[in-house]
């Protein structure tokens, strides 16, 4: 069974601190992990990653994956109080015939002013 | 730029009730899905359709059903609603994961049964 494991699941932090959201998934036929963003409503989409060590990056948010370990991170630096969210992974298997995504169970992030 | 569009945003049934969940896409996405997202649970998914005329169970499908009325529209039926049924539901599209671009989500359908 693809599994998809997110830590911490939840964590304070002050504004301007930074912090990295960690993910880790056990999975058949991986293909790539995304990273999504959900606030009040839908998840809105940040990041795709199919190869290991390439850094994407959109601001002060970036992710890296390592295909080897298995996990990816999730940096945000020089966090902000509309960073607070819940920030959710995401997984992409092939060949298993449900083209769709694993989700882990989300980090609830609360940024303090 | 509407996206992806979900329909009620809020419903109460009582137990047994039937309705429909209705789901359209404006972005000519070959592949939608609905989710239900529980607390502590994640999201989970419900059913997909790959493309126009396709629809396959996910993880959760037990107690519902779905169609793909044409390329734009898939809907969610729940047939006898229960209170395990009591959720947010999310309706979501896709071109291809592999472009890049993930998912669109629509905005939500939280759902309480009685």
């Given at each position: 069974e693809d599994k998809v494991v997110q830590s911490p699941l939840s964590l304070v932090v002050h504004e301007g601190d930074t912090v990295t959201l960690n993910c880790s998934y056990e999975v058949t036929n991986f293909r790539s992990l995304l990273w999504y963003k959900q606030e009040k409503k839908a998840p809105t989409f940040l990041f795709m990653l199919t190869s290991s060590g390439i850094e994407k990056k959109s601001g002060r948010l970036s992710s890296i994956l390592d295909k080897k370990e298995l996990f990816s991170i999730l940096n945000i630096t020089a966090?902000?109080?509309?960073?607070s969210a819940v920030y959710l992974c995401a997984v992409v298997v092939s060949g298993?015939?449900?083209?769709?995504l694993t989700f882990g169970k989300g980090t609830h992030l609360i940024i303090q002013p | 730029n509407a996206g992806v569009t979900q329909t009620p945003k809020f419903q109460v049934l009582k137990t047994g009730q039937s309705m429909t969940l209705q789901c359209a896409q404006d972005?000519?996405?070959?592949s939608m899905y609905w989710y239900r997202q529980d607390p502590g649970m994640g999201l989970r998914l419900i059913y997909y359709s790959a493309s126009e005329g396709t629809t396959d169970k996910g993880e959760v499908p037990n107690g519902y059903n779905v169609s793909?009325?044409?390329?734009r529209e898939f809907s969610l039926r729940l047939e006898s609603a229960a209170p395990s049924q009591t959720s947010v539901y999310f309706c979501a599209s896709s071109e291809s994961l592999s472009l890049g671009y993930g998912y669109t989500f629509g905005s939500g359908t939280r759902l309480t049964v009685v």
């Open positions: 966090t902000q109080t509309g960073d298993g015939g449900a083209d769709g | 972005m000519n996405h070959n793909r009325l044409n390329k």
